[in-house]
């Protein structure tokens, strides 16, 4: 027989009222969205009025049937219980664990029957977030979160479930304190740990590929039931997509067996998979490390949660941050010069009516056209080395080679007889050898930069030309005469 299909329930009306199994009544407010199964409304326990737009609970509605909201209710009532969560705060020295309050359960009908759960409402989720700043964010917030997300898995994991189902659509952020983000939609949570027995490692190929196909773990591809292990494997990916933007699969999604492959290259290739993927960007040797971690963790071990944490706490030390600063939300043009967290104190040079978000930052003190933008070093830098041979591309063009490379080519087509300009090219001249001794990029200059810089220490060959012109005008005359002299006197 053919599964059952979940499907979502039909819209409740404005205003309906709904009794908890605590025999509390909850009316309901205009709707907020929808899961993959089931509504979302805005909810409140005063029935009398009319549902606030900032109401601080929402009320999640499938019908009676369906599975998934069934599974998260069993783990909200076994193991998120408000007292549980409070004593774990404290024993742990916490400020908080990103688990939604939950608040309520019950029954209603409406031309048929359906299943409510009363949770605390939360702000935007990470995929909005995502969204605004290009696909990526700075490695600081994505160190913050995996330690926050750390923080609720190890709480989870304790009270014998896993959440099976992490990434950025399931994080969202508090309503009122952004610096606060939580693990949501616990509809495809597991007990791993029923009866005090872990479950066994079995393969079964009839629940092969569970969970969302980017980051579910190997295990799940498989259809193995879900562990510990699983879960920081997910985490491990959520991170490396948000550093990047993009997963070494993301082309190969409609191909199961190709993204489990890949995913199997990645961990068996560590730590330099993972850094040849993501780039020198700022997190991902963290990240890389904590991947090693996860990796020799057996299916049924418990992971060691604090060594996690130490890994990406010690990456924000060396961000120059901590755990307790605010998150960064950013847009993309202002996503590259605070992926690090926090902007180094540098040389700066005003730049006339341009703003210091239109200068190129550096550390050298030999700061060169601060007015020249990123963005028009890198164009700068493809034109130039479009047709280059391939050892030539080696020498692509860094920061500094790109600013005094324009200022190269600015000056040295005028006319060396205009001293000021031919003053500014040896002056860039200059500039570029200082940046060069100075910069930890530094590699030979090509050929026609070399020549370019030679011919700037040449002598001035319009110059010479005209002091010849004068020099032999004026002999020849005097070489005339001299014969004319010779052939009539004599």
Known sequence: MAPRRNKLP??????????????????????LGQGGFGLIYLASPDCDVTVPNDAAYVIKVENYENGPLFCELKF???????????????????????????????????NSS????????LGADLQKLLKDNSGRLPAKTVMQIGIRMLDVLEYIHEHEY????????????????????????????????????????KEDPRKCHNGTIEFTSRDAHKGVAQSRRGDLEILAYCMLHWLSGKLPWDQSLRDPSTVLASKTKLWDDLPE??????????GCRALAKFMAEVYLLTYSQKPNYAALKRILLKALDSMG??????????????????????????????????????????????????????????????????????????????????????????????????????????????????AMDNSPW?????????????????????????????????????????????????
């Open 114 to 121: 359906y299943r409510f759960m009363v949770v605390d409402r």
């Open 273 to 282: 998979s993972v850094t040849e993927w993501s780039g020198p960007e700022d």
């Open 321 to 434: 941050t901590n755990l307790s600063s605010p998150l960064i939300t950013l847009d993309a043009r202002s996503f590259r010069k605070l992926s690090t967290g926090v902007r180094k104190k540098t040389h700066i040079q005003k730049c006339g009516n341009k703003t210091e978000d239109d200068c190129e930052y550096t550390q050298n003190s030999n700061l060169l056209n601060p007015c020249l933008s990123p963005k028009t070093i890198k164009n700068y830098s493809k034109k130039t080395t479009r047709n280059l041979s391939t050892d030539d591309k080696r020498n692509a063009f860094d920061p500094y080679r790109s600013t005094c490379s324009m200022q190269a080519d600015l000056y040295s087509e005028v006319p060396s007889i205009h001293k000021p300009l031919r003053a500014l090219t040896v002056s860039a001249t200059q500039d570029y050898k200082a």
């Open 76 to 110: 909200y009532q076994r193991a998120a219980k408000q007292d549980d969560v409070n004593k774990w705060i404290h024993r742990h020295n916490l400020d908080y664990i990103g688990i939604p309050r939950y608040w309520g359960t019950g029954e209603a009908n409406y």
């Open 442 to 490: 530094y590699t030979v200059p090509n050929n026609d930069l070399r020549r370019r810089q030679e011919s700037l220490n040449e002598p001035d060959l319009y110059s010479q030309d005209r002091q010849n012109i004068y020099k032999y005008g004026f002999m020849l005359p005097v070489l005339l005469l001299m014969i004319y002299c010779l052939i009539y006197v004599l």
């Open 10 to 31: 039909a819209s409740l009306p404005d205003g309906f009222i709904v009794t908890d199994t605590n025999k509390k009544s909850w009316r309901l407010g205009k709707k």
């Open 162 to 201: 896993v959440h099976g189902d992490i990434k950025a659509g399931n994080i969202l952020l508090h309503t009122s304190n952004t610096n606060k983000v939580y693990l949501a939609d616990y509809g495809l949570s597991y007990r791993y740990w029923p009866n005090g027995k872990h479950k066994e490692y």
